[in-house]
């Protein structure tokens, strides 16, 4: 387990980015050199619950006329890149401390800034404090440098200049949490790409008329979706499925009627205008969009009279008779609904429906950057084997594979796995929850037990793992012996 002391020193590092290194002695400073900075010296402290960040830096060239140089001190987990940014110091030319003074200063309130003399060093002293948060065990202190003219902001390079110092004894006792490789999947990777088109007709009509209103932006939604799929080489599209909804005003056998007629009129108009040649289509016309409806009512908390709304939307009384309780029992809410949620009950969903081939660990990389839901879990975990000796890599593909299937029962217990070796136990428990019942998802739970100090359930869990046949947990038992021996 992890001890923090009250007071943590973070070490210091030399800076070794060249848009921040010094010129070799005798040589003139110029603007080659991309404005000179020296760190002299850099900390960071957690004190109680706080944690205090201090920079001494020299700006040693001069500014020129129209310029500022601006530092971007920040605390950042480089593997799982959470960070806070701290308040920005601006190195000024006299002009530009005018303008900053003037045009700046309520945009960067927290800002620091000052006026760099021609041929005078600037030592500049930076002491900022923020909340402690544990994440930040492992994170560094890192200086972003830019320049900026005109607002006009240019990257001038980054440096890490401290991190915490690594502890040089062995941990207590070794931990061995576990995870699952996902069985191969040999079945067909069946993807779908989804939208929403608004398209809007004339009153009581069905004709879709490409120039009319929004119209040629929705369209263009369409053609850009099934585009998508269309131009790349690895997938073979099934079909695609168009359904077509109504808003509930007027009568239900009418709004049907209309939905059908609108969504088989896109379908002929798609097939005409070239964008779906020789794919398969289904159009389907859904009639009024009360599920649409409700999930509005539920998200819009400003809606008039919502609660009777809602209560009137979600019976099971005719679709008809819904409607008319709502205008007559809710006018102010019905008249709200009518104008602001109604348009966005008149949509299109479609669907594009394709399958993939499958990919060797080569051909994935290349997929996972630009079509990553492309790939199945096997071949990323695959991918990710590749790095397994780098940990920044594996965790950023492992990471994105849990932001592709949130609810995999292996993701979230690899995801558990690392949290763990970070020691973040209220992460772990929350992928844990979503893992299904097997003995590595008993381990881990024993492993955060013991990271949150109750030894005897780690050992009840570790024990019932073992008994489930994982062989990590007879080792694991071996380490907590040596704790029991030590009490």
């Given at each position: 387990?992890?001890?923090?002391?009250?007071?943590?020193?973070?070490?210091?590092?030399?800076?070794?980015?060249?848009?921040?290194?010094?010129p070799?002695?005798?040589?003139?400073?110029?603007?080659?050199?991309?404005?000179?900075?020296?760190?002299?010296r850099?900390?960071?402290?957690?004190v109680?619950?706080?944690?205090?960040?201090?920079?001494?830096?020299?700006?040693?060239?001069d500014?020129?006329?129209?310029?500022?140089?601006?530092?971007?001190?920040?605390?950042?987990?480089?593997?799982?890149l959470?960070?806070?940014?701290?308040?920005?110091?601006?190195?000024?030319?006299?002009?530009?401390?005018?303008?900053?003074?003037?045009?700046?200063?309520?945009?960067?309130?927290?800002?620091?800034?000052?006026?760099?003399?021609?041929?005078?060093?600037?030592?500049?002293?930076?002491?900022?404090?923020?909340?402690y948060?544990?994440?930040?065990?492992?994170?560094?202190?890192?200086?972003?440098?830019?320049?900026?003219?005109?607002?006009?902001?240019?990257?001038?390079?980054?440096?890490?200049?401290?991190?915490?110092?690594?502890?040089?004894?062995?941990?207590?006792?070794q931990?061995?949490?576990?995870?699952?490789?996902?069985?191969?999947?040999?079945?067909?990777?069946?993807?779908?790409?989804?939208?929403?088109?608004?398209?809007?007709?004339?009153?009581?009509?069905?004709?879709i008329?490409?120039?009319?209103?929004?119209?040629?932006?929705?369209?263009?939604?369409?053609?850009?979706?099934?585009?998508?799929?269309?131009?790349?080489?690895?997938?073979?599209?099934?079909?695609?499925?168009?359904?077509?909804?109504?808003?509930?005003?007027?009568?239900?056998?009418?709004?049907?009627?209309?939905?059908?007629?609108?969504?088989?009129?896109?379908?002929q108009?798609?097939?005409?205008?070239?964008?779906?040649?020789?794919?398969?289509?289904e159009?389907?016309?859904r009639?009024?969009?009360?599920?649409?409806?409700?999930?509005?009512?539920?998200?819009?908390?400003?809606?008039?009279?919502?609660?009777?709304?809602?209560?009137?939307?979600?019976?099971?009384?005719?679709?008809?008779?819904?409607?008319?309780?709502?205008?007559?029992e809710?006018?102010e809410?019905?008249?709200?609904?009518?104008?602001?949620?109604?348009?966005?009950?008149?949509?299109?969903?479609?669907?594009?429906?394709?399958?993939?081939?499958?990919?060797?660990?080569?051909?994935?990389e290349?997929?996972?950057?630009?079509?990553?839901?492309?790939?199945?879990?096997?071949?990323?975990?695959?991918?990710?084997d590749?790095?397994?000796n780098?940990?920044?890599?594996?965790?950023?593909?492992?990471?994105?594979?849990?932001?592709?299937?949130?609810?995999?029962?292996?993701?979230?217990?690899?995801m558990?796995?690392?949290s763990?070796?970070?020691?973040?136990?209220?992460?772990?428990?929350?992928?844990?929850?979503?893992?299904?019942?097997?003995?590595?998802?008993?381990?881990?739970?024993?492993?955060?037990?013991?990271?949150?100090?109750?030894?005897?359930?780690?050992?009840?869990?570790?024990?019932?793992?073992?008994?489930?046949?994982?062989?990590?947990?007879?080792?694991?038992l071996?380490?907590?012996?040596?704790?029991?021996?030590?009490?």
């Amino acid at each position: 387990m992890k001890i923090y002391s009250s007071i943590l020193l973070l070490m210091l590092m030399p800076l070794t980015i060249s848009a921040f290194q010094l010129p070799d002695k005798g040589k003139k400073i110029g603007p080659k050199y991309e404005y000179v900075m020296k760190v002299d010296r850099s900390a960071v402290a957690v004190v109680d619950s706080n944690l205090v960040v201090s920079l001494q830096l020299t700006a040693i060239q001069d500014i020129p006329f129209s310029q500022s140089v601006v530092i971007a001190p920040e605390i950042i987990d480089t593997i799982s890149l959470r960070k806070v940014e701290l308040p920005l110091i601006f190195i000024n030319s006299r002009n530009q401390q005018i303008y900053f003074e003037r045009d700046l200063k309520s945009e960067f309130p927290e800002a620091i800034a000052l006026q760099k003399k021609n041929g005078e060093d600037l030592h500049i002293s930076y002491l900022r404090t923020v909340q402690y948060e544990p994440w930040m065990q492992d994170a560094v202190l890192k200086i972003q440098k830019k320049s900026c003219a005109c607002r006009d902001w240019k990257d001038r390079g980054s440096e890490i200049v401290a991190a915490f110092p690594k502890e040089e004894k062995e941990p207590e006792i070794q931990l061995f949490p576990v995870y699952l490789l996902p069985p191969a999947d040999k079945s067909v990777k069946v993807r779908e790409e989804k939208g929403s088109a608004y398209l809007n007709f004339v009153v009581n009509k069905w004709d879709i008329l490409p120039d009319y209103m929004n119209n040629p932006v929705e369209l263009q939604k369409i053609h850009n979706s099934v585009n998508i799929v269309k131009n790349d080489s690895n997938v073979t599209i099934r079909r695609m499925v168009i359904e077509g909804y109504a808003s509930p005003e007027g009568t239900n056998p009418h709004n049907i009627m209309l939905s059908e007629k609108r969504t088989g009129a896109l379908q002929q108009y798609l097939q005409r205008a070239g964008m779906v040649k020789g794919i398969k289509m289904e159009a389907r016309g859904r009639g009024e969009n009360w599920d649409g409806l409700v999930k509005e009512l539920k998200k819009d908390s400003h809606i008039p009279q919502r609660d009777k709304l809602l209560g009137i939307a979600t019976t099971t009384m005719d679709l008809d008779e819904k409607e008319k309780r709502m205008r007559k029992e809710t006018p102010e809410g019905y008249a709200y609904i009518l104008k602001n949620v109604y348009p966005s009950l008149r949509c299109t969903n479609y669907t594009v429906e394709y399958t993939v081939r499958p990919f060797t660990v080569e051909e994935s990389e290349v997929v996972f950057e630009t079509r990553p839901i492309n790939l199945n879990l096997n071949e990323i975990y695959k991918l990710a084997d590749k790095y397994a000796n780098n940990e920044t890599k594996y965790y950023s593909i492992i990471r994105k594979a849990y932001l592709l299937y949130p609810q995999d029962s292996y993701i979230n217990l690899t995801m558990a796995y690392l949290s763990i070796k970070k020691g973040e136990t209220d992460e772990a428990v929350e992928y844990l929850s979503k893992v299904n019942a097997c003995p590595e998802k008993t381990m881990n739970e024993g492993l955060v037990a013991y990271l949150k100090g109750d030894l005897d359930t780690a050992i009840s869990l570790v024990e019932q793992a073992q008994h489930q046949g994982l062989p990590e947990a007879a080792k694991q038992l071996e380490e907590f012996k040596k704790i029991r021996k030590k009490q």
